[in-house]
């Protein structure tokens, strides 16, 4: 998704999720752009060397990191103002 114009990347985030409403589907979504997965996702899994750091609701995840890799990688993003939505400083 990253790879793909902004608008290309809104229009495939809006039909997978209209397809996963109309469906009532499960997806698993993997990515690196942690804007995307909090818009996209209800539940979050962080990954370190192929393991499983932490998981849970996505406000949990990104609101209260219980993890220091899950707080390394947000305090990571650039332009972090959109973790205000989570209730975490920015």
């Known amino acids: ?6 608008s ?6 809006a039909l997978l999720d209209e397809i996963r409403g109309r469906l009532d589907l ?10 995307v997965a ?4 209800h539940r979050i899994a962080v990954m370190n060397r ?3 750091v932490e998981i849970g609701n996505t406000a949990d995840v990104f609101g209260i990191p219980q993890h220091d890799y899950t707080r390394q990688l947000l305090s990571s993003v650039p332009g972090k103002a959109w973790l205000g939505q ?3 400083a920015t």
């Open 26 to 35: 499960a997806t698993l979504f993997i990515t690196h752009d942690l804007r």
């Open 86 to 88: 989570f209730g975490r």
């Open 8 to 13: 290309v990347q809104a229009q495939v985030l």
């Open 50 to 52: 192929g393991e499983i």
């Open 38 to 41: 909090a818009q996209v996702c």
């Open 1 to 6: 998704m990253s790879a793909l114009d902004v």
